[in-house]
């Protein structure tokens, strides 16, 4: 179950910095239901909220669900991420709540001398230290490495992303851009909301431990990528059940005018 709110995410691996020039700061809240059918029951929200200073990105993440197993018995899952990323190092802080009980972790990556290093702490239990791949990108800059290799024409490539909020590691994911008919329709109740003028591909991508890929993927996501780093028409597979999320509004945050290094 905690493949709902994992949400959002090797060889041509970008460095993170030149990766995530093309992303922009922007705040996007989504509407979540179970399943694709166009009556899909509403079962949460989400925001996603990226902004940008001259040291780096900050993204908060805030996702809230309620999944009726059956008519009496009701699962509530929610995940507020909270951090912080520069070129070399990634900061951030997990609570994960499952009908009412929370989780707290903390986390940090570092790439120093041409390593990466892992420190996951939870809550009561002594830190989990560990190396990653080396071409292993931050959140935000891997989200910058899709938009630069869709927009240089790669019909698929792999990539290797730390994720925070689902396995507290690596995920290799493999990117392949579909056919525009392939992106879901829009729901007809759902309101209309005004991108940024750009391009965008439909693209799917399954999710393996990046640390052990000879497992089967975790989840699978159909996706529409705008270039600026905006994503709708997320569907989440997990093999059990699907979760969809739909733009529901979108406001772009200011770029910083920062000086030049």
Not at 128 to 137: A, G, I
Not at 146 to 159: K, Q, T, V, W, Y
Not at 211 to 224: D, E, G, H, I, Y
């Amino acid at each position: 179950m905690r493949s709902v709110v994992s949400f959002l995410f090797a060889t041509a691996v970008l460095s993170p910095l030149a990766a995530a020039a093309q992303v922009q700061p922007h705040r996007a809240e989504y509407t979540l239901r179970l399943g694709a059918a166009a009556n899909a029951p509403r079962i949460g929200t989400a925001v996603h909220d990226l902004t940008q200073d001259c040291a780096g990105w900050h993204l908060k993440r805030d996702i809230k669900t309620e999944i009726a197993l059956t008519a009496s018995w009701k699962m509530t899952l929610a995940s507020k991420l909270d951090s912080e990323e520069t070129r070399n190092a990634f900061r951030y802080g997990v609570v994960q709540t499952q009908n009412g009980s929370p989780r707290e972790i903390k986390g940090k990556v570092q790439r120093q001398a041409g390593e990466m290093r892992a420190e996951i702490v939870h809550a009561g239990s002594p830190p989990d230290q560990f190396v990653l791949p080396p071409p292993t990108l931050m959140p935000v800059a891997a989200i910058g490495h899709l938009i630069e290799r869709l927009g240089a024409g790669a019909a698929s490539f792999p990539a290797l992303m730390f994720d925070a909020e689902v396995i507290g590691d690596a995920f290799l994911i493999e990117v392949t851009e579909q056919n525009r008919a392939a992106v879901r329709s829009a729901r007809p109740a759902d309101r209309p909301v005004a991108m940024p003028a750009g391009k965008s591909w439909p693209v799917f991508m399954s999710f393996t431990r990046g640390r052990n890929q000879s497992q089967k993927p975790l989840f699978t996501v159909n996706a529409l990528v705008f270039d600026n780093g905006v994503l709708d028409r997320l569907t989440v597979d997990t093999g059990l059940l699907s979760v969809t999320a739909d733009l529901a509004n979108l406001e772009m945050h200011k770029v910083p005018v920062c000086p030049r290094s």
